[in-house]
């Protein structure tokens, strides 16, 4: 525990080993559906975004559920209360494309105007390149891709990132 002047005990669990001490999971939901649509309609949502770069263009998902199903995207996903981001980015790699990766360097973040002027929450993406671990391969069940320009329909915001970084090559009229 850490304790704060003015404030309440504060757990740290930036650490497996301190969050096995405090009793928490990471496979453990702190937030009831009903919890998690109120915070985040309020504050805005830490995210990861995967980005694994290959000899045939960077790997990105098509979406099968949500506001966004049917769009194509860096594979990503929200960071849990207590979860090390490496460790979120691993989760989401493993959860989303079946995929061992390994964490490389932070590529800069990506904001989603268009999730809350359309009325849904306000996330805000840590994206990084990722390595795949030897020869591995996708979950049959993904619809996936390897893509050097930007695929239609995808976040106008990823679809930037990606460019500015010469990741993608856009396909988009200007």
Not at 85 to 114: C, H, K
């Amino acid at each position: 525990m850490v304790h704060v002047e003015g404030c309440s005990e504060i757990v740290v669990t930036d650490h497996p080993e301190r969050q096995a001490q405090e009793g928490w999971s990471g496979d453990s939901a702190p937030l009831s559906e009903a919890e998690y649509q109120e915070v985040f309609a309020k504050v805005p949502r830490l995210t990861v975004e995967v980005v694994v770069q290959g000899p045939s263009g960077v790997l990105l998902t098509k979406r099968t559920s949500g506001p966004c199903a049917g769009l194509w995207h860096l594979p990503g996903g929200t960071v849990r209360f207590g979860e090390p981001v490496t460790d979120a980015i691993r989760r989401v790699a493993s959860t989303e494309m079946g995929l061992e990766i390994q964490a490389g360097p932070f590529l800069g973040y990506i904001e989603y105007p268009s999730h809350y002027l359309n009325g849904l929450d306000s996330p805000v993406g840590l994206a990084f390149l990722c390595h795949v671990a030897g020869e591995q391969h996708t979950r049959e069940s993904v619809e996936h891709g390897w893509f050097r320009e930007a695929p239609q329909p995808m976040h106008a915001e990823q679809i930037e990132f990606l460019t500015e970084r010469r990741l993608l090559s856009s396909s988009r009229p200007s």
